[in-house]
């Protein structure tokens, strides 16, 4: 499987809503194809512990499983790959560290797409597309991701505020795939929650393929 389709929905932890290893087991369950541990201002020590029984959660599913922003969790985890953000470490000094992880961005402009691509990147995380409860980052819309797919070679996984009822509308703009934190990991179930996002996405993409 090429990692755009393993990019096709990606679901981030939260801890304001709960335990991250509970979210993103139910999440696995439900059949998310990649998970994101984020947790911030957490100790060292924690954060690993958390990082490896995620490691293993998602190796039993045979799912994608980064680590945001911190490079050295992600190896001494055994993680897939590292989200790195715009603050975070340059994508090529994370690549000359861990050559073998794959490396997300997180780009708000196609200049940055590009930037990113050409240090190193392997996928881009574009947004926020709409407003998101859980970062206050500016907006990039429809047209912005659009543009940004337009000039990116590598996937393209689109975030910020995307419900079930913006799946299709967001993947016809260009993204490869979809990651969502609060309407999946912040709801009563996640499980559940997960697959009607799965649901949704497998749909568009099938009926792409009926339409070429």
């Known amino acids: 499987m090429d990692l755009a389709s393993r990019l096709r929905l990606y679901v981030i932890s939260e801890p304001r809503c709960g335990d991250p290893v509970f979210q993103l087991e139910h999440a696995l369950?439900?059949?998310?194809?990649?998970?994101?541990?984020?947790?911030?201002?957490?100790?060292?020590?924690?954060?690993?512990?958390?990082?490896?029984?995620?490691?293993?959660?998602?190796?039993e599913y045979g799912a994608l499983f980064v680590v945001n922003d911190r490079v050295d969790i992600a190896l001494a985890s055994n993680a897939d790959g590292v989200h790195l953000g715009r603050e975070d470490i340059p994508v090529e000094v994370a690549r000359e560290i861990a050559p073998e992880l794959i490396i997300g961005r997180t780009v708000r402009t196609a200049d940055e797409a590009i930037r990113a691509e050409e240090q190193g990147a392997d996928y881009l995380g574009a947004g926020s597309v709409y407003p998101s409860k859980t970062k206050n980052a500016p907006l990039i819309g429809l047209e912005g991701l659009s543009t940004i797919k337009k000039f990116s070679r590598i996937p393209v996984v689109a975030i910020g505020g995307i419900v079930l009822e913006k799946v299709d509308e967001v993947l016809s703009a260009g993204a490869d795939g979809i990651a969502v934190v609060s309407a999946v990991v912040c709801t009563e179930d996640i499980e559940e929650s997960t697959r009607a996002f799965f649901r949704k996405i497998e749909g568009h993409f099938r009926f792409s393929r009926r339409g070429t």
């Open 29 to 59: 369950e439900g059949g998310a194809t990649a998970v994101q541990l984020r947790m911030k201002g957490v100790p060292d020590r924690e954060l690993l512990e958390v990082a490896r029984r995620v490691r293993k959660i998602a190796e």
